[in-house]
């Protein structure tokens, strides 16, 4: 078969092989890292992913030996003529094993080929988590090894990477692609052969005779990691013979210096971040200030990360930086990174998404015949109505008698609109008055007016108008929450 290499099945493909010394240094990793995994993880249901190259069937048999094989996963990205015939030969080699195999095809049309590696991976990698969720796995076993992290701390270096790349590969994390609220538990990445160089998992399949397929493309250095790998590393190992092992303490130790910022980062962003009930999730802009430049970095691309961005490069950080920290205090501040945007109002540092919902000009009146419902979903106007019991003596609210009898009606302003927020009080524009409350110009156009009988009762961000609410008996307070930026107004 094209693209593979046979070896004569051995009588029982989990028997014990040779002699101790043959393929036994992955024998005795794999032990240690087991034992690691079933301290941190007891009762680990174990999911191994196989490609059907060599690493993955040396692992995958190696755990089936252990019977620590729950299942075994597969996915075919269809990229080159032969990979159907990879998937068969983890077929046949599950099958030996008496392992369950599930595979999984992903398609990845309409990518850039610049862009094909990255999302072929990121595609593996989630269509890998569901299948773990499907087989009720918690752990998803992969096959890298030493080699692959020598090649990855050096390749994210010679591209300019910070200490998220020079760290390469954790043995054990959480899997990010697991976390839509789809899984029933947490899922995990192990990489239990990280200790082992090539050459060991290389005696390993060799002592075991086994059957594994091979991707002609890894000899082709027009890609960059195969030209590491054949033509620059061994150049290097002339001169430095433990280069593996010094690339591997070099990404342990970046992995421990990322911990670490990334608690310092914690805990800035715990003392600058703020939730405002208007404009959501906000950093303080003083108290970021306050902190060294290097640290506020840290803090914006913690804080994007939170609502699930990539981070900035660094240019595109760096300008974030300038332009939030130099601006005059007056000045309005609007930044676009991927699908939100970054602005700057009073002493906030403000997110929104950039797709929002347009003005309630462009829908006309919207008239509620409220039936006691405790919230009245408005698409047409991007957001929800909230009808709670008000029980604040003096508190103004919407009498629940009236509300039955007449339709509220909800509408954009239009101009020249007044309200009275206090009974003492004179009435006052909208625009002195959103002002007052804090509310940003770009978020008022969204706000919807609500008419009673034709009178203005109530406007979100602001209250009611004391002319026509009321204070005694059964009455009702109205909140406002935007479908876009889940922010709330009363």
């Excluded at 999911?47 to 089936?64: E, K, P, Q």
């Excluded at 701390?153 to 998220?164: E, I, T």
């Excluded at 991707?215 to 195969?226: C, G, K, M, Q, Y």
Aim: glycine share 6%; proline share 5%; with cysteine.
């Amino acid at each position: 078969m094209a693209g593979s290499r046979k070896r004569p099945p051995r009588a029982d493909p989990l028997d014990d092989g040779p002699a101790p010394g043959h393929g036994a240094a992955l024998d005795a990793s794999l032990d240690a890292a087991l034992a690691a995994l079933d301290e941190q993880l007891p009762g680990a249901r174990i999911a191994v992913a196989v490609s059907g190259g060599r690493d993955s069937i040396a692992l995958l048999h190696a755990l089936a030996r252990r019977q620590r094989a729950a299942v075994a996963l597969s996915v075919d990205h269809g990229l080159h003529a032969d990979s159907a015939q990879w998937v068969a030969c983890a077929h046949r080699c599950a099958d030996a094993l008496g392992v369950t195999l599930h595979t999984a095809r992903v398609e990845l049309a309409g990518v850039e080929r610049r862009g094909l590696e990255e999302a072929a991976r990121v595609a593996r990698y989630q269509r890998l988590a569901e299948q773990c969720r499907s087989a009720g796995a918690n752990v998803l076993a992969l096959a890298h090894h030493l080699d692959d992290v020598a090649e990855t701390v050096l390749l994210q270096a010679l591209r300019g990477s910070g200490l998220a790349g020079i760290a390469a590969m954790p043995a054990l994390a959480r899997d990010d692609s697991a976390e839509n609220g789809e899984a029933p538990n947490e899922l995990w990445r192990w990489r239990p052969l990280l200790a082992l160089p090539r050459a060991a998992i290389d005696a390993y399949v060799a002592a075991h005779e086994l059957d594994y397929a091979e991707d002609p493309s890894n000899a082709d250095t027009r890609f960059v990691r195969n030209a590491l790998r054949l033509q620059v590393l061994p150049a290097i190992a002339r001169h430095f013979p433990a280069y593996r092992q010094t690339l591997a303490r070099l990404a342990g130790n970046a992995a421990e210096a990322r911990a670490l910022l990334a608690e310092v980062t914690a805990d800035d962003l715990e003392t600058v971040g703020e939730l405002d009930s208007v404009l959501g999730d906000t950093v303080r802009l003083s108290r970021w200030l306050a902190l060294p430049h290097e640290r506020q970095a840290l803090v914006l691309r913690a804080w994007l990360a939170r609502h699930g961005l990539r981070a900035p490069s660094r240019a595109r950080l760096e300008e974030m930086q300038r332009q939030l920290a130099r601006a005059a205090p007056d000045a309005s501040v609007l930044l676009t990174h991927e699908t939100h945007q970054v602005r700057r109002y009073r002493d906030w540092i403000v997110l929104e998404a950039r797709a929002v919902t347009a003005p309630a000009t462009a829908t006309g009146d919207v008239s509620i015949r409220w039936q006691g419902e405790a919230i009245v979903e408005l698409p047409q106007l991007g957001g929800r109505l909230r009808f709670e019991p008000e029980t604040r003596a003096g508190a103004p609210g919407v009498a629940r008698e009236a509300l039955a009898a007449l339709p509220l009606v909800l509408r954009a302003r239009r101009g020249r609109e007044r309200l009275q927020p206090s009974a003492a009080g004179p009435s006052r524009t909208l625009k002195n008055l959103f002002q007052e409350h804090g509310v940003p110009n770009w978020q008022r156009v969204r706000l919807p007016l609500a008419y009673l009988d034709e009178r203005l009762l109530w406007v979100a961000g602001i209250g009611f108008d004391r002319r026509v609410a009321v204070t005694a008996g059964e009455r009702l307070t109205l909140r406002w929450e935007s479908a876009d930026t889940g922010s709330h107004f009363i």
